[in-house]
């Protein structure tokens, strides 16, 4: 009876997300949750640090205990309803630059404190989900040519690749060429490239687990060699949101002045290319495109970051986005959302588990290996741009190569879209560019002087 039942529970699972259709199964969904987590769990300990009150804000601040648990309950909220709505296997949590944005940007150089800043977020997260349930942000990203999107799913490679070699310390900064190759002799860079060639080794050898594997038998070297720390406890309960809870809208009404004006543009535009351009990636890179190179289930994708970011704003914590990471997870197997609520379970449980996690997280060289191999996985729609035609070619190249070297999926993006119908017009076909690019050219150009200010 009971065999029957957990049958009968599969077959459910499997009918609602699509798993057998989407040529997965279930475990294969589950070990690519687990893949996404380790690799972007590290938000977890770097959002506190940037937005804490025990960093460079100092004071100024968001208590340090109540962005760690703001950040792990708004990848939960937002991961969830991406994989139980859109049915996509990407998981959502507060975003790397846009945190950077509220910390030094606002806080610090506008002098807006931190609950003001907080309801900020929380009315570009209320105009994030009305554009996308209206679906004028699926329009959006339909406008945008096919040749465009595989530039972004290569740029979004390139980007992760970039991430992972840092990481590792394979490439740091250069004073005097700004970046450069990396010092072999240290210890974490060594256990960082052990972890790269065990990786594509699993790889392939056609484990699909290989990115996984790489990751815990990494993790596993690090701590017998002392380059990773050993955890030094066990259970952490979540503490903190008593002090943050419900700020974003009691002080809502200081939030509509023309300075914050500026600063709920400012995230909306960062937000749109950024998740727009990871949601791309990623879905490309899962073959969830369709034939015309578009999102399907598209309005309720990008209305699952504007969710997660009114929840995160609510609860204490900056702008909630889709995680580039994803493609981890995806490069381990993952095709459907059950991958996406796997990712959200186990933000649940990190919620508990801070110092088991932590050693993970606090060690780059420990998921370096998995975002390098991922980068490779995701060049390969390099080759389906038409190169030999220059009003394709330069604008995915533009967007290709800033992705990297602007530190931004989104400042690549912009900067592809801008070139891609002056190209045309030059080419003598601007009547193939659709009325949307126009529109979105200007905006791209309002967002480089949003960012210049």
């Given amino acids: ?76 909220v937002g991961t969830l309803v991406m994989g139980l709505w859109a049915r996509y296997p ?63 799913a290569a740029g979004v490679g390139t980007f992760v690749a970039f991430l992972g070699l840092k990481n590792a310390g394979i490439v740091v900064d250069n004073s005097s060429t700004l970046v450069g190759l990396g010092d072999f002799t ?5 256990l960082a490239l052990f972890g790269l060639v065990l990786t594509v080794v699993f790889l392939v050898r056609g484990w699909h687990g290989a990115v996984l594997y790489g990751i815990v038998a990494t993790a596993v070297i690090g701590m017998l060699t002392g380059l990773v720390d050993i955890p030094d406890g066990v259970v952490s309960m979540p503490q903190g ?41 990623v879905a490309n890179q899962a073959g969830l495109l369709n034939a015309k190179g578009e999102l399907p289930r598209a309005s309720s994708a990008l209305s699952a970051d504007a969710v997660g970011t009114m929840a995160g704003a609510v609860i204490g914590t900056s702008t909630t986005t ?11 197997g993952g095709r459907t959302g059950l991958t996406a609520v796997v990712t959200a379970a186990w933000f649940a449980v990190a919620m508990f588990f801070f110092p088991i996690f932590a050693v ?44 990297p070297l602007t530190y931004s999926i989104a400042n690549g993006l912009a900067m592809g879209m801008i070139f891609y119908p002056v190209v045309m017009v030059a080419r003598g076909r601007f009547r193939e560019v659709h009325p949307v690019m126009w529109v979105l050219t200007v905006i791209f150009l309002a967002y480089f002087f949003l960012l210049a200010e």
């Fill in 1 to 76: 009876m009971a065999t029957g039942l957990l049958t009968r529970t599969r077959g459910r699972v499997d009918s609602f997300f699509g798993i057998g259709i989407h040529g997965s199964t279930m475990r294969r969904e589950l070990m690519a949750g687990t893949v996404t987590f380790l690799a972007m769990c590290y938000v977890l300990a770097v959002n506190p640090s940037i937005l804490g009150d025990q960093g460079d804000l100092g004071a100024q601040g968001i208590p340090t205990q109540a962005v760690f648990t703001a950040t792990a309950v708004a990848a939960v």
């Fill in 90 to 152: 990407v998981a959502l949590a507060p975003g790397m630059g846009l945190n950077a944005f509220f910390a030094y940007s606002v806080v610090l150089g506008m002098g807006i404190p931190w609950q003001v800043a907080l309801s900020g977020t929380l009315l570009s997260g209320v105009i994030f989900f009305v554009l996308a349930v209206t679906k004028i942000r699926e329009k959006i990203l339909n406008a945008i040519p096919l040749q465009l999107k595989l530039a972004v």
């Fill in 186 to 190: 240290q210890g974490t860079t060594v």
């Fill in 241 to 281: 949101l008593d002090e943050t809870f419900g700020q974003a809208v009691v002080h809502l009404p200081d939030a509509f002045t023309a300075q914050m004006a500026v600063v709920v543009l400012t995230m909306l535009f960062v937000d749109f290319f950024d998740a727009s351009g990871t949601l791309i990636g």
């Fill in 322 to 332: 889709a995680y580039v990471e994803s493609t981890a997870g995806v490069s381990a």
């Fill in 360 to 403: 993970v997280a606090g060690s780059g060289a420990v998921t370096a290996a998995a975002l390098i191999v991922v980068g490779v996985l995701m060049a390969r729609s390099l080759g389906d741009i038409d190169w030999s035609r220059l009003e394709f070619a330069v604008p995915a190249f533009i967007t290709i190569i800033m992705m």
